[in-house]
């Protein structure tokens, strides 16, 4: 096997794996998530309270269901009909007021003029400390393995009403949930967990390529040294 043999075959293999890597990464980049806040929303009772959630890169989620809830909450153990109901549904382009929970009946809002480009926060009006806790936005359809984030609920009644409070989404705040929160079997787990495999196992093929290439025999060695000026010639593209 020639220089010029053994260089093409490292080529060749370098590209085998370089440009499924290249894909892989390219189709992470693309992925959409649905990101809530890393901070907690702190309000004084009978505040106005928006909690921000958003589907980024935007996209329309106006024709989607979502789903607003407190994952605390579960049903009752001794009643296998109970259910639990929603903070706020909205699914077939309106909310669905049947199956939310009576606290918050006439209390909450989407923004729906902003669906189309992926706002899904929550209005909350005059909020008391039983509204405090941990909120789950959750898209069930939409194409992505972050289906969902979780943005907390804090009222403090030593703080002084305020009107409406709001904590901005950014990207020092922005939330994707990991692997220590709580993941529902509908989906939520990260991305990039998943993609952690398919690039250990491209990286293990590229090593495996070049110390094949690598490994040059003895016999083919010795003919490298009988055959100097040949293989000059190949570097050279001379005509010898």
Known sequence: MGVGEFSYR??????????????????????????????PVVAAPGDDVIL?????PAFNVARLTVEWSKPDLRPDPNDRLSRVEYVHLYRDAHEVPDMKLPSYIGRTALFTDSLR???ISLR?????????????????KLKSQTRFSIVRLIVDPSLT??????????????????LNEEIDNKGGSSERCR???????????LLCFAVGG???????KAELKKRPIELLCARAHWNC
């Open 10 to 39: 490292i080529s060749i293999s370098t590209l085998i794996v370089v440009f499924p890597l290249l894909f892989v990464f390219r189709l992470a980049q693309g992925q959409l998530h649905v990101v809530g806040s890393l901070q």
């Open 52 to 56: 921000p959630c958003q589907v980024e």
């Open 117 to 119: 480009e992926g706002n």
């Open 124 to 140: 909350i009006t005059n909020v008391t400390q039983e509204d405090e806790g941990r909120y789950r936005c959750f898209i069930p």
């Open 161 to 178: 009403e305020t009107g409406t409070t709001e904590t901005q989404l950014g990207p020092e705040n922005s939330h994707v949930p990991d």
């Open 195 to 205: 993609l952690i495999p398919v690039v250990v196992l491209c990286v293990f093929i």
């Open 214 to 220: 690598c490994l040059i025999t003895e016999s083919q």
